[in-house]
Structures are given as structure tokens and as C-alpha cells.
């Protein structure tokens, strides 16, 4: 079966005003693989690599201020960095363990809004309600707060497709945002690299199908795939799912291009390998590697042809 007659299946259930093409962006850290800060001349450095190896028009981050104890104050260094390059920056703030107000100042700090369409918007939280790291209440409170200091920015939130999917996300969905970022693995659920691309779309298909029941319309609602990625030689194995770089770059030439190809936006996650990353435990309760998931390795090298066409 073709990837058009898979994704229209899935996406049967929830139509979407395609375009010629999605945009691609990729998930980019904001440490060093020793660990330290990156500054304006890394993420320079970063941007280099992925504008001269990919399609990307878009990045990603996630914390805005600590990581590990580090005071990286991203925004401040990212977005002169972003402009230089002309690329955009989706900028992420990470309020887990009481660290919102930390995180606004950090925002707050960089004057984002003076950077024009540089600043692409502002997420608040990652997979929170997924994890379980804050409540529904908490990030509705945050919303509203970016909402009154930002008011011209576009922004959103990021968890998983199935948290969109249950109704745990409905009173964000009508909350105001303007940016709802579905992230999807089909790593993370096992699948063999044969069944990903159709697991993929499927949990795609399911996050936007029941965003769209509750909002009643995607005129001022932008979906996005918010994480998709597969890891690379030297990850760990989920079950079926068997990490490596040939099965990182199938992933990438089914699932991602095919997306891409449905005029769908996504966020590669993520754009270099960090061997200074902690492991995750997966649903199993089984340790794994978050070493080796970039497309590039932690010297900018890119693994494999990253071009759609």
C-alpha cells in the first residue's frame, strides 16, 4: 500500500486542508555534549548544519532556563543565533517542579517579540500530563498568564497524541491556544519498522480527528506533529522496535516524508545526538537510551540523506 492510500485511511476520520507541503523543524537541545550551555556561536554552528543538510525552516526547544543546574537562559542565546540564519525558533518554556516563574524570566529576559517572525511562538510544558508532572490546572494557569504578557504571539502546548486523543487536553484545546503539537513514536509503542509509518499516521489521524470535534474548526488552531523520531546505532531496543541508523533513516523516508508530503508540519526529535542525556524508562519500566535519537551525531555529522526528494 502507498503512503497516500495509508495516511488518507487514517486521516479518513479527520480531514485536513492539505497544502503542497508540510515544513519540517527539528528539536534542537540546549547543552553541549560536555554538557555546558550552548551560547549564540553554538547554536550558530547548529543551524549551519541543519540548513545546509535538510529542508528545515524551524526549530524547537524545551527549557528555557536551568537544565541540570545550568543557567542556559536560552532565549536570550537561541534567537540572536535563529535571525542570524534566518531560521525560526519555536521557543519552549519547561514548568515541571515549580520552575514557571523561572522559566517566564528567562522568556521575559530575551524580549522575544522584538526578534519579528523569528520567534515562531512559545510552547508551555512537554508531555506534562503524559508524565504526570503537573495537572491540567496548572498549565491552563500558565496559558492564561503568557496569554495576558503575550498576546500577539502564537502560543501552544506539546503532549502526547494519545492525551489529545482521550479528552485529558479538551479544556486546553478551547483554552485560546493557537498551537497544538501532537507528538507521536511508534518506537515508543514497539512497533516493528514495517508497522511504523501506518502506526504513525494512525496516532496522527486520532490527535487531529478529536482536535478538531472539539474546537469545531482549525482556522485558529494550528496542529502540528510536535516530536516524531527513531533511535539511532547505540540506542536501545523497545520490543519490536529495534534502534539503528538504517532503521532511523527508513523511519525518516516513510513516516516523516510521507507526512511532510500530506502538508502536515512535524518536529524531528531530535536534530543531534546528546551522549550527556540521562536514560528513560519506558512504559515497560525497562531502561533506554536517549543518547543516539539525532539525525546528526554530536559532532554535526548527518547520518544519512535527510532530503525528501
Known amino acids: 500500500m502507498q503512503l497516500r492510500d495509508i495516511l488518507s485511511t487514517a486521516l479518513a476520520t479527520a480531514p485536513l486542508a492539505v ?23 553554538d547554536f550558530e554552528a547548529d543551524f549551519a548544519a541543519i540548513q545546509s543538510n535538510t529542508a528545515a525552516v524551524v526549530v524547537r526547544t524545551y527549557s528555557s532556563s536551568d537544565i541540570f543546574g545550568n543557567p542556559c537562559h536560552t532565549p536570550s542565546q537561541v534567537l540572536p543565533a535563529a535571525k542570524s540564519a534566518g ?13 514557571y516563574d523561572k522559566e517566564k524570566a528567562a522568556v521575559d529576559e530575551a524580549d522575544p517579540t522584538s526578534f519579528g517572525d523569528t520567534l515562531y511562538g512559545i510552547t508551555i510544558g512537554s508531555e506534562g500530563l503524559y508524565r504526570g508532572t503537573y495537572q491540567v490546572d496548572d498549565l491552563l494557569g500558565w496559558i492564561k498568564d503568557m496569554q495576558n504578557d503575550y498576546p ?15 479528552g485529558s487536553m479538551d479544556s486546553i484545546i478551547t483554552s485560546g491556544i493557537q498551537l497544538a503539537l501532537a507528538n507521536g513514536f511508534a518506537y515508543w509503542q514497539y512497533q516493528d519498522i514495517s508497522n511504523a509509518t501506518k502506526t504513525y499516521f494512525d496516532d496522527m489521524a486520532a490527535a487531529l480527528g478529536h482536535i478538531q470535534d472539539v474546537s469545531g474548526s482549525l482556522d485558529g488552531l494550528h496542529f502540528m506533529n510536535g516530536e516524531t523520531g527513531w533511535p539511532g546505532t547505540g540506542g536501545s531496543d523497545a520490543g ?11 523511519y525518516w523516508k516513510s513516516a516523516v516524508c510521507g507526512l511532510l508530503d500530506w502538508g502536515v508540519d512535524l518536529f524531528w526529535f531530535e536534530a543531534f545526538d546528546e551522549p550527556n542525556k540521562a536514560d528513560a524508562i519506558g512504559d515497560d519500566g525497562q531502561v533506554a537510551s536517549e543518547k543516539h535519537w539525532g539525525s546528526f551525531d554530536s559532532t554535526r555529522k548527518p547520518k544519512f ?5
Open 152 to 166: 500577539k504571539t502564537p502560543l501552544g502546548t506539546a503532549d502526547s497524541w494519545n492525551c489529545w486523543h482521550n
Open 87 to 99: 531560521i525560526k525558533v519555536l521557543l519552549g518554556m519547561w514548568p515541571d517542579g515549580g520552575a
Open 19 to 41: 497544502s503542497a507541503a508540510g515544513t519540517l523543524g527539528f528539536a534542537v537541545g540546549n547543552t553541549n555534549p560536555d554538557g555546558s550551555c550552548k551560547v549564540q556561536s
Open 240 to 250: 519490536a522496535a529495534k534502534a539503528g541508523d538504517d532503521n532511523m533513516e527508513t
Open 305 to 309: 540523506n535527510m532530503r525528501c526528494s
